[in-house]
T-cell receptor, first 113, second 115 residues
Framework: QQQVKQSPQSLIVQKGGISIINCAYE??????FPWYQQFPGKGPALLIA?????SEKKEGRFTISFNKSAKQFSLHIMDSQPGDSATYFC????????????FGKGTKLSVIP | DAGVIQSPRHEVTEMGQEVTLRCKPI?????LFWYRQTMMRGLELLIY????????DSGMPEDRFSAKMPNASFSTLKIQPSEPRDSAVYFC?????????????FGQGTRLTVV
C-alpha cells in the first residue's frame, strides 16, 4: 500500500516559471512532511519541511502548501531556474515514535532555458 | 563531519555472488536507515536501526537480504546470493530526531549491478 502518492512523475518548466508538485497521504498519524531534492549521482537532501499546524511555509523560492482536511501538500518553486533541475521527493513521517520516512515516488523536474 | 559515507560507490557482481554494502553514519546520530531506489518503486525503506538495534525490517524483500549494525559507526547490508533484480541504488541515511521532525542525511549511495 503506497501511503504517499506523488504527481506528476515528470515536469518540464520554462526558466522563470512556477513548478508545482503535489502529494497526498493516507495515514492521519503523519505529522511531519518534508521535501527532498536529489541531483544525479547524489543522495536525496532535505529541501524544506512543514508541520500540519501551519498551512504554508516559505523558504526563498520554495513554498510548501498544506491542506490537512484533504490530506494533501504541494511544493511550489517560484522563478524556476535550470539549477533546480533535479528529482523531488515528498515524504511523511511521525515526529514521535517511529521516525521512518515514507517517500513518494519522485518527480523529475527539468527547467529549460 | 564528512556526512554519511557509503562504500563502494559502484559494485558490479555476477548473479549468485555475495554482495556487502557498507555505511558509516554521521557521528552522534542514533537512527540509521537503509533504502533501495529503483525507477519502478522509487525509494523503499528496507530496514532501520535505533542505537544499533534493528527496529523494523519489514521492508527487507527476502531472506537473501540481511543487515547488521555492530556499533554506532558502522553498518552493513548483505545480499547473498545476489540476483539481477537486486540491481538498484542502495542508500544509507542517518538521523537524530529532535521531536520537531527528523532530517535524514543520505549518503551518496551504492549503485549495484548484478549481471
Amino acid at each position: 500500500q503506497q501511503q504517499v502518492k506523488q504527481s506528476p512523475q515528470s515536469l518540464i518548466v520554462q526558466k522563470g516559471g512556477i513548478s508545482i508538485i503535489n502529494c497526498a497521504y493516507e495515514n492521519t498519524a503523519f505529522d511531519y512532511f518534508p521535501w527532498y531534492q536529489q541531483f544525479p549521482g547524489k543522495g536525496p537532501a532535505l529541501l524544506i519541511a512543514i508541520r500540519p499546524d501551519v498551512s504554508e511555509k516559505k523558504e526563498g523560492r520554495f513554498t510548501i502548501s498544506f491542506n490537512k482536511s484533504a490530506k494533501q501538500f504541494s511544493l511550489h518553486i517560484m522563478d524556476s531556474q535550470p539549477g533546480d533541475s533535479a528529482t523531488y521527493f515528498c515524504a511523511a513521517s511521525r515526529r514521535a515514535g517511529s521516525y521512518q520516512l515514507t517517500f513518494g515516488k519522485g518527480t523529475k523536474l527539468s527547467v529549460i532555458p | 563531519d564528512a556526512g554519511v559515507i557509503q562504500s563502494p560507490r559502484h559494485e558490479v557482481t555476477e548473479m549468485g555472488q555475495e554482495v556487502t554494502l557498507r555505511c558509516k553514519p554521521i557521528s552522534g546520530h542514533d537512527y540509521l536507515f537503509w533504502y533501495r531506489q529503483t525507477m519502478m518503486r522509487g525509494l523503499e525503506l528496507l530496514i532501520y536501526f535505533n542505537n544499533n538495534v534493528p527496529i523494523d525490517d519489514s521492508g527487507m524483500p527476502e531472506d537473501r537480504f540481511s543487515a547488521k549494525m555492530p556499533n554506532a559507526s558502522f553498518s552493513t547490508l548483505k545480499i547473498q546470493p545476489s540476483e539481477p533484480r537486486d540491481s538498484a541504488v542502495y542508500f544509507c541515511a542517518s538521523s537524530f530526531p529532535t521531536g520537531k521532525g527528523t532530517e535524514a542525511f543520505f549518503g551518496q549511495g551504492t549503485r549495484l549491478t548484478v549481471v
